[in-house]
């Protein structure tokens, strides 16, 4: 490939990317702020932070330490426009409380994250001393020259040529550096001081960014970024745009061996990027079949998936079975260990008692042995032996019957005992009912009529209820309780019978009231009807007195003569007048007529309906009341126990 096609080609790569790569960059420290000529030999732009960065802030220094920000002589000069060129005024609000308390902010955040060592807080830097502002500028100044205020040069000197080496476009004055916590001057410093924060942060940012760089180029591979493909799409631009500046350098310059060797290593760098790639989908695609088989074989599994839930639930059955079982023979057992405990005692005394026996028996023999004895004594002895092997035998008949009796009775006792825990159980649940027990409860009078059988105390006279006295307390005492509820039940029974005598008397009241509102209704058709047939007589009669009067008229317009059309016309009026007035009459006296009947017939409705509400309700409340009443006695009557039996 010719010079002049890679030259092109550079330009179009250049010219596709220039776009993307200038918006939003921040210029370089070293840059002006304003366009100016340059020339062809673009240098690489540095950072604060790189060892080719000035000693010094535009002051000399002892020793051999000299400036190198805008000196003449020493380097390429600095674009960087003089201040004293012309004042201009800070755009920024600096005297806005919010962009004060901005401020302050971003740089107490920036001391605590750097380390700062002298005490800080947002009250010292809303109107800090001159050792406060001393130590801050120090402090920060000293990131970009380690040897800021050393004492070679005055404090406010210093810090006034510090600022404008850096290229801050706005003056600093001396005069307000001997009275920085002033509120005229303050402002304006901690704006500068502010704009020095922001330029420390983009230095580092700028070095942390060229130390990726160095890094990503040192190992080219990128295997270890494939896992987050957006951190693997961003290390490849950046690896593309450095070599963009690289190759756009070397073609400007005209090193065309420099650009070829670029040109290689970042092709060598992402065929080796695109390898690692492809090794990875292999891998991922590997591991994608062999997910696909197992999802097929649990698929196949997921058949007999109903057949094994519906073994689990059997076997889940089966086991809370065994489970039961179990609670049943530890009972069980615990029974029997208890019996096994008596028993235990019981053969121990026996064996004390037969062990007594023995050692008298062996005394008696060691007696009758050291004894001296005749035939007369031998067979008195023989005699007595078979008496006592005889009453031994029958001894021993007797102790096995009464054994027996023993075990018969003993079982018969605890049936007893069992029948009569059910009937105490019984006869607590009805007390429980009939409210006797606590004894707090409302029958109770603060009496104990709760029973509690005692097996341990069955032989204590009165023990076998815990100390209660069945006979002398609690049986009078329920006694006395039926006695009162029988009486209750009477007068509730006497009650409820005058009840139902007043809802008899009630019912016939109703029943009057009923007959009285039919007759008034029928009087009230009657008047009704008596109304029409009146009314309608009164418009027959002026109906006729109508048509007399258009004869009349008709047979006065026939009459020529004007005297007798004028008499006959008088007679007319007159006899029309007559009859107005008697239908008119007629019309008020059937009017209050039927207004009296009305008002009447709605007295004696709203009279019945009162009555009949009035009855409705009283005979609603004595049903109710009765029906309480035979209940409750009812339930007192079934819910009493007998008395216990002696």
Not at 31 to 51: C, E, I
Not at 508 to 536: D, G, V
Not at 575 to 592: D, G, Y
Not at 609 to 625: C, I, P, Q
């Amino acid at each position: 490939m010719s010079q002049t096609a890679r030259r092109t080609t550079l330009g179009n790569a250049s010219n596709r990317q220039s776009m993307g790569a200038s918006q939003g960059a921040r210029k370089s420290l070293n840059q002006s702020t304003k366009p100016q000529r340059m020339s062809m030999a673009v240098p690489q732009r540095k950072s604060l932070s790189q060892s080719s960065r000035p000693t010094s802030l535009g002051r000399k220094s002892q020793g051999a330490r000299t400036s190198t920000i805008g000196a003449p002589g020493n380097g390429p000069t600095s674009t960087i426009p003089s201040a004293s060129s012309g004042l201009r005024s800070d755009p920024r609000p600096i005297t806005d409380k919010g962009f004060m308390n901005a401020s302050i902010r971003s740089l107490l955040n920036f001391l605590m994250s750097n380390g700062y060592d002298s005490t800080i807080s947002p009250k010292i830097l809303a109107r800090p001393s001159s050792k406060d502002f001393n130590n801050i500028v120090t402090f920060l100044l000293r990131k970009v020259d380690e040897n800021f205020n050393d004492g070679t040069v005055k404090f406010e000197d210093e810090v006034a040529m510090a600022f404008k080496s850096l290229g801050y476009p706005f003056n600093i004055s001396k005069t307000a550096l001997y009275a920085v916590g002033s509120p005229h001057t303050w402002p304006g410093l901690l704006a500068a001081i502010t704009w020095l924060i922001e330029l420390l942060t983009y230095d580092s940012e700028v070095k942390k960014e060229q130390d990726e760089t160095e890094e990503n180029q040192a190992n080219p591979n990128m295997e270890e970024d494939f896992e987050d493909i957006e951190k693997l799409g961003y290390n490849s631009d950046k690896a593309f745009f450095s070599y963009l500046g690289s190759a756009y350098s070397s073609f400007l310059s005209g090193d065309d061996a420099l650009y070829t060797s670029l040109e290689d290593t970042l092709v060598q760098n992402f065929e080796s990027g695109n390898l690692s790639v492809e090794r990875a989908l292999s891998q991922i695609s590997n591991d994608n079949e062999l997910l696909r088989t197992e999802c097929d074989e649990l698929e196949k599994m997921s058949t007999a998936l109903p057949e094994l839930e519906k073994r689990e639930a059997e076997l889940q059955s089966d086991l809370q079975k065994f489970h039961n079982l179990i609670e049943q023979l530890n009972t069980h057992k615990e029974t029997l260990n208890t019996k096994v405990t008596q028993r235990t005692e019981e053969l121990q005394k026996n064996e004390e008692e037969l062990k007594a026996v023995e050692e008298s028996v062996k005394g008696l023999k060691d007696r009758v042995g050291r004894q001296d004895l005749s035939a007369e004594d031998v067979r008195r002895m023989q005699g007595e032996r078979a008496r006592l092997e005889d009453g031994l035998e029958r001894a021993t008949q007797s102790k096995t019957s009464h054994t027996k009796l023993f075990w018969a009775s003993e079982s018969t006792l605890t049936n007893l005992l069992e029948g009569l825990e059910t009937k105490v159980a019984e006869y607590n649940a009805k007390c429980a009912n009939l409210q006797l027990v606590p004894e707090t409860a409302k029958n109770a009078n603060g009496t104990r009529f709760y029973l509690e059988v005692e097996r341990e105390k069955t032989g204590v006279v009165g023990g076998l209820f815990g100390g209660v006295d069945v006979e002398g307390l609690i049986k009078p005492k329920v006694e006395a309780l039926k006695i009162s509820v029988v009486k209750s039940s009477s007068e509730a029974r006497q009650e409820l019978l005058k009840l139902l005598d007043m809802e008899e008397t009630t019912e016939e009241s109703m029943n009057e009231a009923s007959e009285t509102q039919i007759a008034l209704e029928a009087k009230a058709n009657k008047l009704e009807a008596t109304y029409n047939r009146e009314k309608e007589q009164i418009d027959a009669a002026l109906a006729l007195i109508v048509q007399e009067t258009e004869s009349a008229e008709s047979r006065i317009s026939s009459l020529k003569d004007p005297v007798a059309l004028e008499s006959a016309l008088a007679r007319s009026q007159t006899k029309l007048n007559a009859l107005k007035a008697l239908r008119q009459e007629k019309m008020e006296e059937n009017e209050k007529n039927k207004k009296a009947v009305h008002e009447e017939i709605v007295e004696a409705l709203a009279m019945v309906a009162d009555h009949h509400s009035y009855v409705e309700k009283r005979f609603k409340e004595v049903k109710e009341v009765g029906a309480r009443l035979i209940e409750g006695v009812e339930g007192e009557g079934d819910k009493l126990p007998p008395p216990p039996k002696a």
